[in-house]
């Protein structure tokens, strides 16, 4: 999954002029419908089964570098390996300054049985005025294939829409990563396109799948018989994370 965490200019046709009229930019929504930075309140602690939402702090940063020093884990990710632990310090950085900047929120995935660090996860190019934002993930080789991520994003997912008023929840993906892919499509993304050369990393240009999820169009992943992940738990969860938001708590 693509971090790539540049800021885009967004993009849309302006209507035509009417013989005479000048073509002036398509005005940008309403201020008054966006919704308050995250960074105004404590950051959004979260739990599900079997792990712990939380943020991400200094000392993380060695389990950061186990993580991003990893080519494995790295190979589709969308940045080059961390080289030592100066650099998973910076990335910890760039994460709290993003939430206090506004443009995003990331949580580290702890698992509650040991308090080990399997990952991270969370949104980051919050557009407010536009109601989008793009999500990013990486899980450690040791947690994959367990379930982790489908049920971090269980709760992630609706707390963006909820909490940060999304409408659009973007997802960039190498064609390679099936299953990131897999994952995405679980939850409802459709894949609308193919970007070329989007990106630069391990030496060249990579090509990326856009998907996007709608607000109206999220789904609860279909429970599989090899997976230790429970569909119902899945709904509960959901539920309790809605009930909370729509509470204030």
């Given at each position: 999954?693509?971090?790539?965490?540049?800021?885009?200019?967004?993009?849309?046709?302006?209507?035509?002029?009417?013989?005479?009229?000048?073509?002036?930019?398509?005005?940008?929504?309403?201020?008054?419908?966006?919704?308050?930075?995250?960074?105004?309140?404590?950051?959004?602690?979260?739990?599900?089964?079997?792990?712990?939402?939380?943020?991400?702090?200094?000392?993380?940063a060695?389990?950061?570098?186990?993580?991003?020093?990893?080519?494995?884990?790295?190979r589709?990710?969308?940045?080059?390996?961390?080289?030592?632990?100066?650099?998973?310090?910076?990335?910890?950085?760039?994460?709290?300054?993003?939430?206090?900047?506004?443009?995003?929120?990331?949580?580290?995935?702890?698992?509650?049985?040991?308090?080990?660090?399997?990952?991270?996860?969370?949104?980051?190019?919050?557009?407010?005025?536009y109601?989008?934002?793009?999500?990013?993930?990486?899980?450690?080789?040791?947690?994959?294939?367990?379930?982790?991520?489908?049920?971090?994003?269980?709760?992630?997912?609706?707390?963006?829409?909820?909490?940060?008023?999304?409408?659009?929840?973007?997802?960039?993906?190498?064609?390679?990563?099936?299953?990131?892919?897999?994952?995405?499509?679980?939850?409802?993304?459709?894949?609308?396109?193919?970007?070329?050369?989007?990106?630069?990393?391990?030496?060249?240009?990579?090509?990326?799948?856009l998907?996007?999820?709608?607000?109206?169009?999220?789904?609860?992943?279909?429970?599989?018989e090899?997976?230790?992940?429970n569909?119902?738990?899945?709904q509960?969860?959901?539920?309790?994370?809605?009930?909370?938001?729509?509470s204030?708590?």
């Open positions: 999954m693509t971090e790539a965490e540049l800021q885009s200019p967004p993009f849309s046709m302006p209507r035509p002029a009417s013989a005479g009229t000048p073509t002036s930019p398509p005005a940008r929504p309403a201020s008054a419908a966006v919704a308050p930075a995250p960074a105004d309140e404590p950051f959004p602690e979260m739990t599900t089964r079997r792990l712990r939402l939380r943020e991400i702090t200094q000392d993380d060695a389990d950061i570098l186990a993580i991003h020093g990893d080519a494995t884990v790295m589709w990710f969308g940045s080059n390996v961390l080289p030592d632990l100066g650099a998973a310090r910076r990335l910890v950085s760039f994460f709290a300054n993003c939430r206090r900047a506004a443009t995003g929120t990331r949580w580290g995935i702890e698992r509650k049985e040991d308090g080990r660090l399997l990952g991270t996860c969370g949104f980051y190019s919050w557009d407010r005025n109601r989008r934002c793009n999500l990013g993930y990486e899980l450690g080789t040791f947690a994959w294939r367990k379930g982790y991520m489908q049920e971090a994003l269980a709760a992630v997912l609706p707390w963006g829409y909820s909490r940060m008023q999304l409408h659009r929840i973007e997802a960039h993906i190498h064609p390679a990563n099936t299953a990131s892919i897999e994952l995405a499509r679980g939850f409802g993304f459709v894949q609308e396109g193919l970007m070329r050369e989007l990106e630069f990393w391990d030496g060249r240009p990579q090509d990326m799948l998907f996007a999820l709608l607000q109206r169009d999220m789904k609860w992943p279909e429970r599989k090899s997976s230790i992940l569909y119902r738990w899945l509960r969860t959901a539920y309790r994370i809605e009930s909370m938001l729509l204030g708590k």
